[in-house]
């Protein structure tokens, strides 16, 4: 198996800007933006000790399917994807919320249900809900984009009373957000799978709203399977999932969950072989499209020598 791409530090051009991100390398040239998708996994906020061969080309592929496809829907970023592991749109500002939707109750809803808690960022969800049911309506949960540590749930009182956006950029928001999760959902349905949750991320360029980032990965979103979902419902059995679920939930069986004073667990290789197998699963599920492995072990240089062409030419 190819080896990961987990930490590099490239030189497209002599007056780029960098920030290095969770799994993402973002490197600013003028007004445009390189995004290099790294093999680095997250979790609960933190990075795993071990990055998984092709996640990165994994994404950064999927990313470009829906924004491909929601593009007559919502302007977005991205301009061209040089390599299979980096893309180049657009540079932003970025507006500091992520704006989260659930369609199902699942993930940190379902955790915050659990507790007794009926309020989740100013949303409130109905009485007599199990994990993986359907809410009457999708619900849009916000979280601040934190430069470090732990993104925060916020309400959208909150977000106006802090003037995070105007009342007028946060219709926006709430309008594009209810787009692309009505796409994403339809587009799902055609690969047999349910859209559950996912978030998405904006930024302004030339005074206008457009979408930014990855949408409808298996970073950003949960999935289950569309059929023997109700059955499985019924019997209380629990839903067949295309996420990183999975890893939150092995870290949590190993005693981790980001909280002070807890250690990471040591990852074997079988389970991230296992990682590797379940999103390139994902990208074949929800793109209906085989999965190409890069064969080259030259990696970085693939990337420096892919993006120096497309920038010069």
């Known amino acids: 198996m190819r080896k990961a791409l987990a930490q590099a530090e490239f030189r497209f051009h002599p007056d780029q800007g960098v920030y290095h991100g969770k799994v993402r390398d973002v490197y600013t040239i003028g007004d445009k933006v390189v995004m290099v998708a790294s093999d680095r996994i997250s979790a609960f906020d933190h990075i795993l000790p071990r990055a998984i061969p092709y996640k990165g080309q994994v994404l950064n592929l999927i990313a470009k399917h829906f924004l491909d496809a929601s593009s007559k829907i919502v302007p977005n970023w991205l301009e061209a994807i040089p390599h299979p592991n980096v893309a180049v749109g657009k540079n932003c500002e970025p507006i500091r919320i992520e704006m989260v939707i659930r369609g199902y109750l699942a993930g940190h809803a379902w955790r915050t249900y659990n507790s007794g808690e009926r309020e989740l960022c100013g949303v409130q969800m109905p009485e007599g809900m199990r994990e993986a049911d359907r ?20 309400s959208e009182s909150e977000i106006l009373k802090r003037g995070i956006v105007t009342q007028e950029i946060w219709n926006q928001l709430k309008g594009y957000t209810k787009a692309l999760f009505a796409l994403g959902t339809e587009m799902a349905a055609g690969q047999g799978l349910i859209l559950v949750d996912t978030k998405y991320e904006f930024g302004i360029y030339n005074g206008d709203v457009i979408l930014i980032d990855e949408i409808h990965t298996p970073d950003s979103s949960r999935y289950y399977h569309l059929d023997g979902y109700g059955e499985r419902q019924r019997i209380g059995e629990s839903q067949i999932q295309l996420s990183k679920e999975f890893v939150r939930e092995w870290l949590m069986a190993h005693g981790f969950q980001g909280l002070e004073g807890q250690v990471m667990p040591e990852m074997p290789q079988d389970f991230v072989d296992e990682i590797t197998k379940r999103y390139v699963d994902l990208y074949e599920k929800i793109t209906g499209s085989s999965f190409v492995f890069g064969s080259t072990q030259c990696l970085e240089d693939d990337i420096q020598d892919a993006v120096v062409d497309y920038l010069s030419s």
């Open 135 to 154: 809410f009457p309506e999708p619900i849009i949960t916000p979280a601040t984009k934190a430069e470090e540590g732990h993104d925060e749930d916020i």
